[in-house]
């Protein structure tokens, strides 16, 4: 079976203050909550999960909670900026002004890769890219979910190129290339001048919710991971099948991983590249509405069969998101 990645399945950051990061992505940036859950490795802290209407595969951006992380420490071999699809170059114009609106550092609206973008931090410095998708072709975005603040034709509607800033450029593509079967797309100018240029990689249908942009820099410490940074990137695999045969192909290049893991709401495999960055395959299914009604998703905090058991020592130790819960 000849094996291909769909594109961006979701990417998983870091914050300290789980309160404050609902309020920032649910009434900032409009997305929809749509799993409660706990970090299955440490199920004293949360996992959220923010998406489009159904957290479709390559609209889930979500966040574990480690409350006494430090601040981010940026630098090399790092996941350096997260890009987040919006429908057209006017949903930006709408976006430079509700950012201004809400006192939220921003940069000034830029073509970038070819694609008209708005540079952004959140409320713990975490560093995003919105990107428009007007004269975009390739994966489907998601549907913006209808109760949000945000209105549907500026909301936002998916992953964008994710961006890996690493000390050896080639170490990198060779995974992406040789291991995964991206292809090699394109290359645009580094923003910092003397730097080489950006290498952009795509995978599956191609467009912004299938791309990888990789910058080599020789003028950055290796990056400490705290609050406002991201631990991961994973990417989609079809079915459950086919990430068997993914783990089978990760084993034969020798590389340490972590084999089949069973998140209920997907299945995965995680591994490093060469640089230290962890990639994670994960399958499209089952999905978010196995355990809870779609128009409800999020609501309650959401437990796998596996954890129903400590339920009542979950939620002691877990505080409110807000003060309706």
Known sequence: MELSLKGLHHVSAITAKAPENFKFYTEVLGLRLIKKTVNQDDISVYHLFYGDEQGNPGTELTFFEIPMSGRNREGNNSISALSLRVPSDEALTYWEERLTKYNIDHGALTELGGRQTLSFRDHEGQRFILVSDEHDQGVAG??????????????????????????????????????????????????????????????????????????????????????????????????????????????????????????????????????????????????????????HLGEALALPPFLEAKREQIEAHLKPLNTQQ
Do not use: C, M
């Open 142 to 295: 998601g549907i913006p979910w209808a109760k949000s603040p945000v209105p549907a034709k500026y909301g936002i509607v998916g992953l964008g190129p994710a961006h890996l800033t690493v000390e050896s450029a080639e170490n990198t593509a060779i995974v992406l290339e040789d291991l995964l079967g991206f292809r090699r797309k394109s290359t645009y100018a580094s923003t910092v001048e003397g730097q080489p240029d950006v290498i952009v990689f795509e995978t599956g249908e191609g467009g912004s919710g299938a791309e990888v942009h990789l910058e080599e820099r020789n003028d950055l410490p290796l990056e400490q991971l705290g609050r406002g940074g991201v631990h991961h990137i994973a990417f989609r695999v079809d079915n459950e099948e086919e990430l068997k045969l993914w783990i089978e192909r990760v084993r034969t290049v020798r590389l340490p991983n972590s084999g089949f893991v069973d998140r209920f709401y997907f299945r995965s495999l995680y591994f490093r590249e060469p640089n230290g960055i962890l990639f994670e395959l994960a399958t499209d299914g089952p999905g978010f509405a196995t355990d809870e009604d779609i128009e």
